[in-house]
């Protein structure tokens, strides 16, 4: 018994087992934010791949 245990047994309160071990939340935890950065990676250099069509499509023939 942990420390824990033992005062959650003196006051009366029960304990509840998790649903997976603890460790199981932080794997999980770790993969979702991978995979979050991987989404952010994918739009790594968007707007310069689509410079040039913008500007092309903004001049309109007017030079200032």
Known sequence: ??????????EG????????PAIA???IAAG???FLGLVTYSYKNVAA???QK????SDHGAHH
């Open 32 to 34: 979702f934010f991978t």
């Open 13 to 20: 309160h029960e304990t509840f087992p998790l649903v997976l």
């Open 49 to 51: 791949r689509h410079r």
């Open 54 to 57: 913008w500007s092309e499509a």
């Open 25 to 27: 939340f932080g794997i």
């Open 1 to 10: 018994m942990n420390a824990v245990e033992i005062l959650a047994n003196t």
